[in-house]
C-alpha cells in the first residue's frame, strides 16, 4: 500500500512540475531583438573592393532612408545617395542602388543575433561594420619638466 501512495505521490509531483515549466514557457517573455528602426542614426564602414564607402540610416517623414556616402580622399564626401528602404518584417530591410557601372542592384540588410548584421548586394554577402565614434586625443604627458611643489 505504501508503495501505491509513492508512485502518485511522484507521478503528481512530475505532472505539476511539467505545468509550471510550460506555463512559465508561454507567460515569461522573450528578450526583445533588436528591429530595423534600431538601424536609424547609425552609421557602418562598406568592407568591398572599392574602399571609401559608408551606409547610414536615416528617418524622414515617417519613414526609413538608406545614405550611402562615397568618400574621397581629398574631400570628406563625394557622393551620397538616399534610398528609400522597404521593410520585409521587423528584422529585414531591402533598397536598390545604382551601381558604378550605372547599373540597378538590390541590397538586403538583415539584422541577425545580438549585434549581427548582415549584408548582401544581389545575393551575395559583403561585410559591413558599425562606424566607430572618434575618440578623444589622448593627452600628450609633459616633456620632462619638473612640477614646483
Not at 34 to 46: D, H, K, M, T
Not at 53 to 78: D, H, M, N, T, Y
Not at 83 to 106: H, M, N
Amino acid at each position: 500500500m505504501k508503495a501505491g501512495y509513492l508512485f502518485v505521490y511522484r507521478t503528481m509531483r512530475a505532472l505539476l512540475l511539467l505545468a509550471f515549466s510550460l506555463t512559465a514557457a508561454v507567460f515569461v517573455p522573450a528578450a526583445e531583438e533588436p528591429a530595423i528602426q534600431s538601424l536609424i542614426g547609425r552609421e557602418f564602414i562598406v568592407h568591398d573592393d572599392w574602399a571609401g564607402q559608408e551606409l547610414s540610416f536615416v528617418s524622414k517623414g515617417g519613414s526609413i532612408l538608406a545614405v550611402w556616402r562615397i568618400l574621397g580622399s581629398g574631400r570628406p564626401v563625394l557622393s551620397e545617395v538616399e534610398y528609400p528602404i522597404e521593410t520585409k518584417g521587423s528584422r529585414q530591410c531591402v533598397f536598390e542602388v545604382q551601381l558604378r557601372d550605372g547599373s540597378r542592384g538590390k541590397v538586403k540588410i538583415e539584422l541577425g543575433d545580438a549585434s549581427e548584421l548582415r549584408a548582401y548586394l544581389n545575393g551575395i554577402r559583403f561585410q559591413i561594420e558599425e562606424k566607430k565614434p572618434a575618440q578623444p586625443p589622448v593627452p600628450m604627458p609633459p616633456s620632462g619638466r619638473r612640477v614646483a611643489s
